[in-house]
């Protein structure tokens, strides 16, 4: 059993604030080490071969994602959500199929209806699915079926674990697994590109990869206990800059709308006020959409990723 499987294994009788604790040490060892490809990774901003610009003239391109882990973040999707719409964004609210609950069609159909999109999250997440490619090739046709059943086009792997080839065996439009840089994650091997590409399968289908460019959240406030959205500005920034694809992922897991946030979360005002700076800063030369929306521009087009 290898240190990752391990881990797995007994995360559930660990608690949270020694898992954590782990976390946070590891996390600023990680940060000392990796000053210099993160938050930032030289040579992530070369154009693919075959880009073909963002639609409409837009300068880039800016996608929310969440991933709902656990009850707690499922509670919290009409909140989050009405946060979103109140600001005037969309996202895509990634579900875990079998974990600790089940995604009800209410609340499927109310996301939907609302302009929001709905992805597939791993199957269990469990840090099973990329246990052996056996593994993953046995739990691919439930997740499948999911994709079918909730229309859904989009998949993300729990802890962004992540191998291109394997994904084949899902019937998805796009991936969200992956990142430019990221050296907190347990598979840290980042695409090294803030621009999505195609990843073609052995006949003429493929995928497009969304990479996430900018830090998770649960990294960001719970991990390095930033206290401010500065991480996300200066490199929201720096994308837009290089028309690239900022793309964020937030957990309503462990946002807080109360103002009194506990141990495992942050203030949802600090993801609030981050959306205001977007919205003030870029509304007119920023292409806002859904995963989808970016899968279904960019895959005529299959552009090749530069190493």
């Known amino acids: 059993m290898t240190a990752y499987s391990l ?8 608690p949270w604030s020694l898992r954590m604790g782990m976390r946070r040490v590891r996390g600023r060892w990680l940060l000392k080490k990796s000053h210099d490809v993160w938050p930032i990774s030289p040579g992530s901003d070369k154009i693919p071969d075959g880009w073909p610009g963002w639609p409409n003239g837009k300068k880039f391109a800016f996608v929310l994602t969440h991933d709902v882990e656990g ?40 996301l939907t209806q609302e302009g929001f999109e709905v992805g597939v ?3 269990h997440h469990d840090g099973s699915l990329y246990a052996s490619e056996r593994s993953f ?20 792997a729990g802890f962004m674990f992540h191998n291109l080839e394997w994904l084949h065996q899902l019937n998805v439009r796009y991936d969200l697994s992956t990142f430019d840089t990221d050296p907190f994650e347990p598979q840290p091997d980042g695409m090294n590109t803030i621009f999505p590409f195609w990843v073609p399968g052995n006949d003429s289908r493929g995928y497009v990869e969304l990479p ?12 390095l206990q930033e206290t401010d959205y500065r991480i996300w500005s200066r490199k929201l920034d720096w994308v837009a800059a ?36 977007v919205k003030r800063r870029y509304q007119d030369i920023c292409w806002f959409a859904l995963p989808r929306d970016v899968a279904d521009y960019v895959a005529p087009f299959k552009p090749v990723r530069r190493v």
């Open 137 to 156: 090739h046995d739990q691919s046709p439930a997740i499948n079926q999911y994709l079918r059943s909730w229309n859904a086009v989009g998949f993300r």
């Open 121 to 123: 999250h791993d199957l």
């Open 242 to 277: 290089h028309g690239g694809m900022a793309l964020l992922n937030v957990h309503p897991d462990y946002m807080n709308f109360s103002g009194n946030p506990g141990p495992s979360e942050y203030r949802a005002s600090l993801y609030r006020d981050f959306l205001v700076y």
């Open 7 to 14: 881990y797995y294994f007994l995360k559930p009788i660990l």
């Open 71 to 110: 009850i707690r973040g499922l509670e919290r999707c009409r909140e989050l959500a009405e946060l979103e719409k109140e600001l005037g964004f969309r996202s895509s609210f990634n579900f875990v199929p079998e974990g600790e609950y089940r995604l009800s069609d209410s609340l499927r159909t109310f």
């Open 212 to 223: 996430y460019t900018l830090t998770q959240d649960s990294t960001l406030f719970l991990v």
